[in-house]
């Protein structure tokens, strides 16, 4: 099909599909990193409400409940962007473990909300893990199995 002599057509597809399921795998690490960079703007929360509950004076509640929500909310944040970065890198792992398909597939459907990126990640995701071969090299655990005729 391709000119190469001794290249069956499972062969290649086979090479296809490993090498956009690599592709897949480094594009979710590359996103987990990325959110990992942008979880540092979560600092300016926690250091403005630290510094304001530092500079209180005795009567002033308003501002302490408002300093104590700024850390609160820059505290939640960074917390919740650096889960999302494991889960990114763990399903990075399954992608290219080739493993547990149903978790990759429910895992992008929700992860369609992250506008743009995570959109365009996941939409490549379901054409990817949507075709039959790579079912079964995620079904054969990673192994890739042949039809023999």
């Not at 597809?13 to 960079?37: K, V, W, Y």
């Not at 990126?117 to 995620?138: H, K, Q, W």
Request: hydrophobic content about 50%.
């Amino acid at each position: 099909m391709d000119g190469t002599p001794g290249t069956s057509p499972a062969d290649t597809q086979s090479a296809l599909d490993r090498d956009e399921l690599n592709l897949l795998a480094r594009l979710h690490i590359a996103l987990g990193a990325l959110t990992g960079l942008l979880s540092l703007f979560c600092a300016l929360p926690i250091w403005e409400g630290a510094v304001a509950m530092r500079q209180l004076s005795s009567g002033e509640l308003d501002q302490y409940l408002v300093s104590v929500v700024l850390l609160a909310m820059g505290i939640s944040l960074a917390v919740l962007c650096l889960v999302h970065v494991g889960v990114l890198l763990y399903i990075a792992r399954l992608i290219r473990t080739c493993r547990r398909w149903w978790l990759v597939m429910i895992f992008s459907s929700l992860h369609l909300i992250n506008i743009p990126f995570g959109t365009a990640l996941s939409i490549y995701t379901f054409v990817v893990l949507g075709r039959d071969t790579v079912r079964r090299r995620f079904r054969a655990g990673g192994r890739y199995q042949t039809e023999k005729a």
